[in-house]
């Protein structure tokens, strides 16, 4: 199956169009594969298909690549230095690759890495001059998508395939372009730092269950729980559970999963000792979107997103979307119906309420910010 390019800025949507398959045997090259039998494959195999795109997946295992033709369906194994080559990639091709490999340079420590930076840069570039395209894929979810291929054990193999088989069927999944240089801005450095002082402020605040009265964000929260209510949707209202109202007082019950959420967005603009939280780079308020690039971490790439991330998506979007779905214990042994199961039916409706719980995260987001800015006096929050 070929698959037709769509692009939404620095991503990439793959959906599927039909073209006549090519056909061609299944080789195997291993690193210790000659030179002239792998130019030998590249000769009579790949060079005489140069004229026709192709799309491509790769997955790297056991010191080797494993390589997949969407078209005829066959995989060939080569070294990395074979495959760095390029030899085997003609013009216009398109290669999809899990982050970790392609995406991210090799360090000391590293495993999944196959290349250094210079290495990736130069890869990067001659693919570019030969008119091809490569795309990275985030590597969370390959376990997703080979447990929707159903196509056995885990095996570099099948990975490929399952893969392929998410971005033909799924054209919500987005693919990233090679980064353009691996050295971090100033704005990703701000980030670092201060998602570290964010993961403080919450690791202190939850061994008082975010309830610490002497908690500046606790007692603007006390004091404010009436007018966040008043400015958030309907739809809001019920992701931070504020549908949860008392028949008899007219008061909201109490819920541990609202003050946790709402306590992790009040502390990324202010401090538990009263004060206005600043970017390290600006020295302004954080904006929404940075927060959302930088310390949530909601791009398919991210990597380590902190206790906001989880206290945010983990425990709140999870508990949201159990409730909105009633697949708490809907499983084969009456647990939580995993989203690896989920049907296409099920899928959908799970990424709909994400949607819907990320747009209620942005809304309070931008309450609270707005909030936090009336009732602060020079950088101090002031409580009537």
Request: charged share 20%; with cysteine; aromatic share 10%.
């Amino acid at each position: 199956m070929r698959l037709l390019a769509l692009r939404m800025g620095r991503f990439l949507m793959l959906v599927p169009f039909q073209k006549q398959a090519l056909m061609y045997g299944h080789r195997r090259f291993s690193k210790s594969s000659s030179s002239l039998k792998f130019q030998a494959f590249i000769a009579s195999t790949l060079l005489p298909l140069r004229f026709l795109m192709a799309t491509l997946v790769a997955d790297f295992g056991t010191n080797n690549w494993t390589v997949l033709n969407s078209t005829s369906q066959s995989t060939t194994t080569m070294s990395p230095e074979d495959f760095h080559s390029l030899q085997w990639l003609s013009k216009g091709d398109t290669l999809i690759c899990e982050n970790a490999h392609l995406g991210c340079p090799r360090t000391d420590l590293s495993l999944a890495q196959v290349y250094t930076a210079d290495e990736l840069t130069d890869f990067y570039h001659r693919a570019s001059r030969k008119g091809c395209s490569i795309k990275l894929f985030p590597g969370h979810l390959t376990p997703k998508a080979r447990a929707q291929y159903g196509g056995g054990d885990k095996s570099d193999d099948v990975d490929t395939r399952a893969i392929h088989h998410m971005v033909t069927n799924s054209p919500h999944v987005r693919l990233m372009n090679p980064p353009t240089s691996f050295e971090p801005t100033r704005s990703r450095e701000a980030g670092w730092d201060f998602k570290d002082k964010t993961n403080a402020i919450l690791n202190k605040a939850r061994r008082f269950k975010y309830q610490d009265p002497g908690d500046a964000i606790v007692q603007f929260l006390a004091t404010n729980m009436p007018a966040i209510a008043a400015r958030l949707s309907p739809s809001s209202l019920e992701a931070f559970d504020f549908d949860k109202i008392s028949k008899r007082s007219g008061d909201f019950l109490k819920s541990d999963g609202r003050i946790n959420r709402l306590y992790t967005l009040t502390a990324f603009f202010l401090h538990p000792n009263g004060t206005v939280r600043q970017r390290p780079d600006t020295g302004g308020m954080p904006g929404i979107q940075w927060l959302r690039r930088n310390v949530l971490h909601t791009s398919p790439f991210h990597f380590r997103g902190g206790i906001a991330r989880s206290n945010i998506y983990w425990h709140g979007f999870k508990n949201y979307a159990l409730k909105k779905m009633g697949t708490r214990k809907a499983s084969a042994v009456g647990k939580v119906l995993s989203h690896y199961d989920f049907t296409v039916e099920q899928d959908q409706e799970f990424r709909a309420h994400r949607k819907v719980f990320t747009g209620a995260m942005v809304e309070a987001m931008q309450v609270i910010r707005d909030l936090v800015r009336e009732r602060s006096v020079n950088g101090k929050l002031v409580l009537s």
